[in-house]
Nanobody
Framework: QVQLVESGGGSVQAGGSLRLSCTASGSTDSIEYVGWFRQPPGNEREGVAAIRVGLPTTFIANSVEGRFTISQDSAKNMVFLQMNSLNPDDSGIYYC????????????????????WGQGTQVTVSS
């Protein structure tokens, strides 16, 4: 089993920045990818970014390209989402997710790819 805990959410004005953290514990050696997803109010959850654990392979959604960056500290089992130039459309609950190595692959920003989920952290961007 893998446990994921997100932190770093909060309220910020448009144009501001936030850095989200995801800390993994448990059977972390089994994790191949970590992804960030978000769910705006009244909308479906969508993939934002993903990173292959221990490697520089990253994926960024078109909607946040150039503003969001995903990175990791493998030694600490942490993945970060740096969010810059935030706008109200970026508001929502942000979730960290982890994929077990060897599981069915549906794509790096597809929910079904991931086996474990955190509880989420709220991000609110005001205009």
């Amino acid at each position: 089993q893998v446990q994921l805990v997100e932190s770093g959410g909060g309220s910020v004005q448009a144009g501001g920045s936030l850095r989200l953290s995801c800390t993994a514990s448990g059977s972390t050696d089994s994790i191949e990818y970590v992804g960030w997803f978000r769910q705006p109010p009244g909308n479906e959850r969508e993939g934002v970014a993903a990173i292959r654990v221990g490697l520089p392979t990253t994926f960024i959604a078109n909607s946040v390209e150039g503003r969001f960056t995903i990175s990791q500290d493998s030694a600490k089992n942490m993945v970060f989402l740096q969010m810059n130039s935030l706008n109200p459309d970026d508001s929502g609950i942000y979730y960290c997710a982890a994929r077990r190595d060897g599981e069915q692959w549906y794509g790096p920003l597809v929910m079904r790819t991931y086996n474990y989920w955190g509880q989420g952290t709220q991000v609110t961007v005001s205009s």
